[in-house]
């Protein structure tokens, strides 16, 4: 079972996490597929399916107005998650169906969020981004 990460870059302030947006994209990557594999969905392990997740590197001010729109709360956040199915429905999912890609939904970071707060609590950017 594939599991695809379409990562978009919306902020150049995640240069900063790397010198240049490949390597910050492959970090990021790296990242993912090591939480994954602790995650629910590979109890599911799909055969023929191909898994997506959308993860989207955003500035403050770009997460900010997301947070205000959907959740009404206007200020930045490290992480949002749009979900396209809950647990039950995920669990629900016949992945030997005729379906032969099934997106799971966008993850949104922001760079500057996770930067203060890695910083406020003495960790590593990358492994305060892997612990959200």
């Given at each position: 079972?594939?599991?695809?990460f379409d990562i978009t870059i919306k902020s150049k ?13 492959k970090d990021i990557k790296e990242i993912c597929t ?56 995920l669990e629900a999912l016949n992945f030997n169906s ?35």
């Amino acid at each position: 079972m594939p599991i695809n990460f379409d990562i978009t870059i919306k902020s150049k302030k995640w240069l900063n996490f790397n010198n240049d947006l490949n390597s910050a994209k492959k970090d990021i990557k790296e990242i993912c597929t090591d939480i994954i594999a602790l995650c629910p969905i590979q109890k599911l392990k799909p055969k023929k399916n191909n898994i997506e997740i959308s993860l989207i590197l955003m500035s403050d001010l770009q997460i900010k107005k997301i947070n205000n729109k959907y959740r009404q709360k206007d200020y930045p956040t490290n992480t949002l998650s749009f979900p396209i199915f809950d647990k039950i429905e995920l669990e629900a999912l016949n992945f030997n169906s005729k379906l032969s890609d099934i997106f799971l939904g966008d993850l949104l970071f922001s760079y500057e969020k996770i930067a203060k707060e890695s910083k406020l609590q003495n960790k590593n950017f990358k492994n305060h981004l892997t612990h959200l």
